[in-house]
């Protein structure tokens, strides 16, 4: 017995100092710098609000982890009805905003439209329906040896269509942002929910739930997104894959940019942890 | 075809032999261990005066035609004493002959080990034997014995790195391996997702692994197959052996059901509990174990009948609190019939039953998921022993799948999962198969056969696409995108949905050129109709096995092995070398972005393309003197490609060649044994592999506060290259008494603590916002001590 004992000790002593991951130092290559757009219109279904703004930057070497703003680009958008709405750099953040609120309009095309060092950009998107968050519910669950808060938000997923949405969680509190992607193949028609779990939640906290409409091209952005920055590693990871971004170069299209153009409604609700 | 043309001519020859055969007489038996009595694979059968020989089967059975008149009899093989006899035959002769192992016979060293003998004559090439006790000796991480990382020390065979589970043959998947155990198929060879093997040495008697020249009686994967076979159990005496490690300990019973008629063996494993668990940094009430369970019952009715019932039984539980609970394993039972329809007519009927399940049980989020793989399978095989130049083997094979990809159920009323079935899959796969073994000349041999293999996917409910197209490509961006389906039509079991008819010809040519030197060419096709749906770098316990069917076509292989065989020194050396070129149609890709888990229409998000591999593999051994052992050189290529369906399509990756994740250029691997006395034995294995391909990012740009990398083309960069040394000391005291035998093995993994990188991941870092590579590697220098005994 005491032999297995200290077999066992042994064990975890070379598990322990023997498999763990360290930093290291790779020399990486770096492709052709190109553009990267962050589009967001966004309607807030509870307080009728707007959020509407392009970000344009440039990538950079793997290493150098900053945005490099993309400056003195066109940027316009043109709705369904061949509305066009141009936007404006402010100073020189790279990000763009429009000169007149964009309306409101479910189940119509946007299209934006970017001009920039000569090369024109583009990419379309539907602004789909977002059910709206019914209900928060709080549990309290034991994680790793710590109790965590569980926050769940709830939602009616409409039966007739296929919908696809994402989870948005903010709090002062919470290092960083997090999400859950969602699609209905599991509960077209009844209940859903996106869930945030936390160790460091105390009562008082104020978190903000958001659940943003997406289109099943921005669903396969989301999910990659969100899969790819909060997988850990080891011998299961998947092979890695671009995110594909719904805008095009149509001057270049070898040269075609990254990130999204996205619109979506937004359901907000702002709970305070018990 | 010219294939055709061959088949035809054999069958000519094999008329012809039926009529000139008349004055010889028939040698046969078995050939078993004097102490145990079991019966011994690839024992050499030799007369030398007619310059005549064969090996017995993997029943130990041999028969031979032979002219009338004197004639010595040797039977060899190593590690066992020869036998000689003097036959003065006049009629059929049955001789069953029992060889005692060396060890036991001489006082000096045991020089030669049970290293497969190279066999210039016979036209099978590429295939390795590594006898048990060979694998017993190497040095083992963490001292566990493992069947699986052993075969990777031999030419054209890697595995995904270290905790990656299964293993690649010249360039293939871990899914291409067709693994027997006792003739069943086994679905998942690992436990701890991979750190060892599903295998306890102690009941394993041989291994064989066909990586080419694969004869027709095997079938249903592209890559290799490995033939385990599990010892029969001693029918003499009880005995019992077992291990105690640092992973596991290990218990094995054996004895006579019926003096020198019938035996058991029942032998079991199991890990310690609470392994591993400080990886996942947790405390409080976590389990994770393994254990598995061999069983068999073997029973010789008379000299023509002999029944074998055998099981395997295997389970990996994962219990971390309140969060998942997760179990599976496989579970295999077999009946197996030897019969006797004439002392050259050898048969085998084998009933098996296998299946693999999963279970994943989520408490934290109150739901639970089942998926299971079942098959029965119906096999009869002979081994036809016509006369002293031909050898017939054909048989037949039907099994019976199952596929239950998952049953997701909710665990609590509050539960806000669905039940959800995913549809159940059937399918039944079935082959016929003849080859001929025929000695063309003294110095040429020629092994041919074909297999008409059939797949016949079963009704169930399948969706109906627009043009009946899965996958949409989006041109403007470049995309490939899940199709919605139209509709759903619901067929009746009965219903044929899909039927596949295959051909597979196969063929092997041997040519003898001189005493010590031989040259062999093969050729094979084989048909996979299972996929392995995984895209991840190696298989996961939770990856989903999936038949071919409507929208997805079975893998098909050909592959071209030319080989160069020497022996030098009157066999205490041999040379093999061997180069070989293989393409696979067929193989399945998937979308960018593509959600495997849990898909009930998996067809959404498969392309299917193209491999090819192609290699040279050096093996020279040492069979005798005090230093054995072998060194293994394989530099190889292995690729694959999805281009577009239409030329509008950029496929994936552009629908360019890259190397698949099991691409290794280079695989050095040195094994050697010493044995300095009787007490003492030291071991050595030396690796070097060539990093395995890996996607790293070539930009990084912000989104939603994220830093996301851009990566390069598919696996167009390398993972440092693996290496590492590990060594082991045996010590054999003296025996206290007769019946206790005890044995120490320590040993040292990795001796110069290489950090050999299983992966590198790049994430930004949480702390400082900068990004980062992060290399995980697993086995750093682990000394370990097991014990051994047997009584």
Redesign the interface.
């Given at each position: 017995m005491m032999?297995?004992t200290i077999?066992?000790y042994?064990?975890?002593i070379?598990?322990?100092?023997?498999?763990?991951?360290?930093?290291?130092?790779?020399e990486?290559?770096?492709?052709n710098?190109?553009l990267?757009i962050?589009g967001q219109l966004n309607w807030i279904k509870e307080t009728k609000q707007t959020e509407q703004f392009i970000i344009l930057?440039?990538?950079?070497?793997?290493?150098?982890?900053?945005?490099i703003p993309a400056n003195n680009a066109q940027v316009e958008i043109i709705d369904q009805k061949n509305n066009i709405y141009k936007f404006e750099e402010l100073n020189e953040t790279g990000t763009y905003f429009p000169l007149d609120t964009i309306p409101y309009n479910l189940g119509s095309e946007y299209t934006l439209q970017i001009d920039f060092e000569n090369q024109k950009y583009r990419g379309s998107e539907i602004l789909n329906r977002v059910a709206q968050i019914i209900e928060i519910k709080q549990d309290s669950?034991?994680?790793?040896?710590n109790m965590a808060t569980q926050l769940e938000a709830y939602s009616l997923d409409p039966e007739d269509e296929?919908n696809f949405t994402y989870f948005e969680f903010i709090s002062d509190r919470l290092?960083?942002?997090e999400y859950n992607v969602y699609r209905d193949?599991?509960?077209n028609g009844?209940?859903?929910?996106g869930v945030l779990l936390d160790r460091d939640l105390e009562k008082g906290d104020r978190v903000r739930f958001r659940q943003y409409s997406l289109s099943?091209?921005a669903y396969?952005y989301w999910?990659?997104?969100i899969?790819?920055?909060t997988?850990q590693?080891?011998?299961?990871?998947?092979?890695?894959?671009?995110?594909?971004?719904?805008m095009?170069n149509l001057s270049k299209s070898e040269n075609?940019p990254?990130?999204?153009f996205r619109v979506s409604e937004v359901s907000e609700v702002f709970y305070e942890v018990k | 075809m010219s294939l055709k043309r061959l088949w035809f001519l054999s069958l000519c020859f094999l008329s012809f032999f039926y009529l000139s055969a008349q004055t010889n007489f028939v040698l046969s038996g078995y050939i078993s261990d004097a102490e145990t009595n079991e019966t011994l694979i690839g024992v050499n059968v030799i007369l030398p005066d007619l310059k005549l020989g064969t090996t017995t089967n993997e029943y130990g059975f041999y028969s031979i035609t032979i002219p009338q008149g004197e004639h010595q009899l040797i039977i060899s093989y190593l590690g066992f004493g020869s036998v000689y006899k003097n036959l003065n035959l006049k009629e059929d002769l049955t001789e069953n002959i029992k060889l005692t192992a060396t060890a036991e016979v001489l006082d000096e060293v045991v020089v030669n080990e049970n290293v497969e003998l190279l066999n210039l004559k016979s036209p099978q090439m590429s295939v390795n034997s590594l006898a048990i006790n060979t694998i017993k000796k190497m040095p083992a991480a963490l001292g566990e014995v493992d069947i699986i990382r052993s075969i990777t020390l031999l030419p054209g065979v890697t595995n995904g790195g270290e905790g990656a589970s299964g293993f690649n043959v010249r360039g293939g998947a871990a899914d291409q391996n067709l693994i027997l155990l006792d003739e069943a198929i086994i679905f998942n060879s690992s436990h701890l997702f991979g750190f060892f093997s599903v295998f306890n040495p102690d009941a394993i008697k041989d291994i064989k692994l066909y990586k080419g020249g694969i004869p027709a009686n095997y079938g249903g994967r592209v890559a290799s197959v490995l033939n385990i076979y599990q010892k029969d159990g001693n029918s003499n005496d009880f005995n019992a052996q077992g291990g105690i490690g640092l992973i596991s300990s290990r218990l094995l019973l054996e004895g006579p059901l019926k003096k020198e008629k019938g035996s058991f063996l029942i032998g079991g494993r199991s890990s310690y509990a609470h392994l591993f668990l400080p990886l996942i940094e947790s405390i409080g009430d976590n389990k994770g174990y393994f254990y598995d369970l061999n069983t068999k019952l073997s029973y010789t009715i008379n000299s023509k009948n002999n029944i074998f019932l055998s099981g395997y039984f295997g389970r990996d539980v994962f219990d971390i609190e309140q969060l998942f609970n997760n179990a599976y394993g496989n579970s295999v039972a077999n009946f197996r019939w030897n019969h006797l329809f004439s002392n050259q007519l050898f048969s085998n009927l084998s009933l098996i039953y296998s299946d693999y399940d999963y279970k994943l049980d989520f408490s934290f989020a109150d739901f639970v998921w089942n998926s299971s793989i079942v098959n029965f399978n119906l096999k009869y095989d002979f081994k036809h022993y016509l006369n002293e130049k031909i050898k017939l083997e054909y048989g037949l094979n039907s099994i019976f799948y199952k596929f239950d990809p998952g049953l997701i159920e909710p665990t609590k009323e509050e539960s806000q999962v669905q039940t959800n079935k995913l549809t159940d899959k059937y399918a039944v796969e079935s082959s016929l198969y003849a080859g001929i073994n025929y000695q063309l000349s003294p110095k040429t041999s020629l092994q041919l056969g074909g297999r008409l293999s059939n797949f016949v996917r079963r009704g169930q409910k399948i969706y109906r696409y627009a043009n009946d197209n899965p996958i949409n490509y989006n041109s403007s961006l470049k995309l490939y995108q899940s199709a919605d389906p139209i509709g759903e039509d619901d067929y009746k079991r009965s219903t044929i949905l899909k039927n596949f008819t295959n051909f597979e010809p196969r063929l092997a040519l041997a040519f003898q050129k001189n005493a010590t030197q031989s040259f062999k060419l093969s050729y094979n096709r084989m048909v996979q109709y299972l996929h392995l749906i995984s895209n991840t770098n190696s298989p996961t316990p939770i990856d989903v096995w999936t038949p071919s069917g409507s929208f997805i076509d079975p893998q098909i292989l050909d592959q071209f092995a030319l080989g160069f065989f020497k022996t030098l020194k009157s066999n205490r050396y041999n040379l093999e070398l061997e180069v070989f070129q293989k393409s696979i149609q067929n193989r399945l890709d998937y979308i960018d972005g593509a959600e495997l888990i849990a898909n009930n229409a998996i067809e959404q998000v498969l392309l299917s393309g193209e491999a090819r591999a192609k290699g040279l593999e050096l093996l020279i051994r040492k069979n005798e003197g005090k230093l054995t052992g072998w060194i293994a050189y394989t530099l190889s290529r292995s690729e694959q490609r999805t281009p577009g369906r239409t030329v509008n399509e950029v496929g994936i990756n552009n629908g360019e060649w890259y190397f698949t994740p099991y691409d290794k250029t280079h695989d050095i691997s040195l094994t050697t044994s010493y044995a300095l006395n009787k007490k003492w034995d030291f071991n050595a294995n030396f690796l070097f592999q060539t990093g395995q391909p890996i996607t790293y990012p070539e930009a990084q740009y912000r989104f939603a506060d994220f830093s996301i990398p851009n990566f390069e083309d598919r696996n167009s960069s390398r993972l440092p290259s693996y290496h590492r040394l590990d060594l082991s000391a045996i010590y054999t005291p003296n025996k206290k008494n007769k019946t206790f035998s005890g044995q120490w093995v320590f040993s040292i993994f990795n001796l110069y603590n290489r950090r050999n990188a299983a992966s590198i991941r790049f994430q930004q870092n949480t702390e400082t916002g900068q990004n980062e590579a992060i290399r995980l590697s697993i086995f750093g220098i682990i000394p370990s001590v097991t014990y051994n005994f047997k009584f």
């Open positions: 032999r297995n077999f066992l042994v064990l975890f070379s598990i322990f100092t023997a498999s763990c991951e360290d930093v290291v130092d790779i990486l290559n770096y492709s710098e190109r990267v962050e930057s440039k990538t950079t070497p793997y290493f150098e982890n900053q945005r669950i034991p994680l790793f040896g296929n290092e960083n942002t193949d599991f509960s009844t209940e859903y929910y099943k091209t396969q999910y990659l997104l899969l790819q920055n997988q590693g080891g011998p299961f990871q998947t092979n890695p894959a671009n995110l594909n971004s719904n095009v075609n990254l990130g999204y | -």
